[in-house]
């Protein structure tokens, strides 16, 4: 956490997004607990190379899955592609695997005192990080297991809930989310519904993180429009280098700026490359190209991870977390400062976190 550390020592990472409690709660043949503790050979996040690769925590989703099962790291192997919409998900559906997916992150935090700690502010962070344990921030991706009325949303807060995407790619009671097409603009359908409107204020009361990675863009300017806390998308890439829905335009980036909020870097390949293909053997100075845009369009303080680890294809380079060094490494050598480094390794998440809830 030094900035005027060693230029070879490791950058502790805290990261904008991952679904290891997907990959997890998938397995049904082991307990979760022996997969995240010894790894499974599969997925991307488990201690060990959480260890070597300096993990130092970042935000886990609980996403509850499509009910249909399209193999979309198949379907977006191309360099033209348009998935349809999965349906709408029922509450009682989402609500079962977000607490399975709640319950797992719970039983991790119990089963390994000394490595994972469950963080509810960006003090509770610093502690934990300093302890050497994997800071664990809960997020919901796709609000589906939230009801109209936000009783649900009270009792996941006070499991420790503080990040919220309003819809993952499919509508609900909320928003419509962005489908993932490519080549194609974010501008693909309504914005916000009343609920989803209620929604934001009731995220801003409570300091609940709104991240706008998966609205389309009249969601994000519904969004931009009512929050009265910064703009935050966990894990995208930029729209004028990569094409896909999924990534900010220029105006959407300036306005992330204008509110003080935070890119997270996507490290899936369909969201890097200008081809939009979803390969193993892309390069990373495409990567080092998006985080240049980035930093140059956000400012520094406005630029940090979001892997997506466990959710898609990314770089073999990296593989997985025991990986990251590679990424600093590279940005090392295209002049990336250690300061620099350290703000978008960990220092910028914790930041906007600061902003969010009140504390800065
Ligand atoms: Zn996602």
Known sequence: ?????????????????????????????KPAEMVFGAGDGAGHIDLPRARAGGFAGGFFAMFPPPLTSTDMDEEMKGTSYDLP??????????????????????????????????????????????????AAVLHIEGAE???????????????????IGPVWSR?????????????????????????????VKECNTRGIMIDLSHLNEKGFWDVAGLSTAPLV?????????????????????DA??????????NFATCFL??????RADTDLDVMVRHLDYLVERLG??????????????????????????????????AGYSEALLHKIGHENWLSLLERTQGQA
Do not use: Y
């Not at 089963?111 to 610093?126: H, N």
């Open 171 to 199: 509508p609900n009671i909320f928003a419509h989310g962005v489908p993932f097409r490519f080549p194609a603009s974010p501008d693909t359908g309504p914005g916000l519904t009343e609920i989803g409107r209620e929604l």
């Open 273 to 278: 490359r200008p081809d939009g293909a979803m």
């Open 233 to 253: 998308a966990t894990h995208s890439n930029v729209h004028a280098l990569c094409q896909s829905t999924r990534n900010l335009t220029d105006r959407q980036l």
């Open 1 to 29: 956490m030094n900035p005027t550390a060693e230029p070879s020592a490791i950058v502790p990472v805290f990261d904008g997004h991952n679904d290891t409690l997907l990959h997890l709660a998938s397995n049904k043949a």
């Open 145 to 163: 297991a939230v009801d109209a009325d936000f009783a649900n949303l009270d009792v996941l807060f006070a499991a420790g809930l503080r990040s």
């Open 300 to 333: 520094e303080d406005g630029v940090a991870f979001g892997s997506d680890f466990d959710g898609a294809v990314i770089p073999a380079t990296i593989g997985s977390v025991a990986g990251l060094p590679h990424l600093i490494e590279r940005m090392r050598a």
């Open 256 to 265: 992330i700026r204008e509110s003080r909020g935070v890119v997270g870097l």
């Open 85 to 134: 919409l999965p349906p709408l998900l029922p509450l009682e559906k989402a609500q079962a695997s977000t607490i399975a997916m709640l319950s797992i992150m719970l039983r991790l935090e119990r089963a390994f005192p000394d490595d994972v700690a469950i963080c509810r502010s960006a003090v509770e962070i610093r502690v934990a990080m300093a302890a050497g344990k994997i």
